[in-house]
């Protein structure tokens, strides 16, 4: 099969297009034809070697997945040979073909294409798992989405939204705040423009605050995002991509009565409770462009400019 592996991790040039061997489903596990498989930021910290992913190459990046069903490993009786599945990979997406374990592999709805499915599995997931487990957002509270024109925030408009939620989110032009309103935020915030985004924060909320603050960028925005938050409100956090090293005031934490919580993606826990509302496209995926395969390298460089709204895609041949 053809495949991108990372030999060394480093730059760009380090993704290399080559043969590999075919892989071989294990039991509970599905071999899978990729059609699409979309990028996540840690998809560029496996690359480089960055956050703490160092790794023994050769190794294949990637976790979402969209295709069909090309080989059912031992046991499986769920999925049917060139069956139309999308899920996360544990062995690598960037491929012709991939394995998957059966709790992180579902059926297609009819409606969606290989694409926008590749779209939503890690992103929904994490979105999901912050949002609805962890931070407990209840109907009628105001959440905060740190940048909403990425993958993972264009998910968290739509799941807060869905929950009945006020959503503010922030972006780096006016564009993706009309795109990102178009997904249900209710109001945005440039910060380019207004890069103390705090402010405006408290004053789209009569000075009060939001109940949660939904991030994953990292030390860039701590100041601004610890400030948006309301007396009893929360902090949710999946990733660092901009700092990990940040300062916190421990009287305010405790005089303000605030929570500070990190978590990641549960799939197996958390996408069989939201795939229910894919099917009824209540939850879109949002593609912003796709590439070949060998185009990877290029889909990198796209991925770390951010100059991009939702989620980049990967077209084996």
Known sequence: MKAIIVVEQGGTENLIYTDMDDPVPGRGEVLVRVRAASLNRRDIFGREGSHGMRLDGPIILGLDIAGEVAQL????????????????????????????????????PDWISFDEAACIPTVFATAWHMLLCRARLAIGETVLVIAGGSGVGSAAIQIAKRAGARVITTASSDEKLEKARSLGADEGINYKEFPDFSELALAMTDGQ????????????????CFASLKRGGRFINCGVSAGSRAELHLGQLWTRDLSIMGTGMQPKEDLPKLMPLVERQEFRGVLHQTFPLEEAARAHEVLE?????????????
Do not use: C
């Open 73 to 108: 490993g031992e046991g499986v009786t769920q999925f049917t040979q060139g069956q139309r599945v999308m899920g996360i990979s544990r062995r690598g997406s960037y491929a012709q073909l991939t394995t998957a374990v059966v709790e992180e592999l579902f059926p297609m």
């Open 209 to 224: 605050g939001v109940d949660i603050v939904f991030e994953h960028v990292g030390a860039a925005v701590w100041e601004q």
């Open 305 to 317: 400019s951010s100059n991009f709204f939702g989620k980049l895609v990967l077209n084996p041949p």
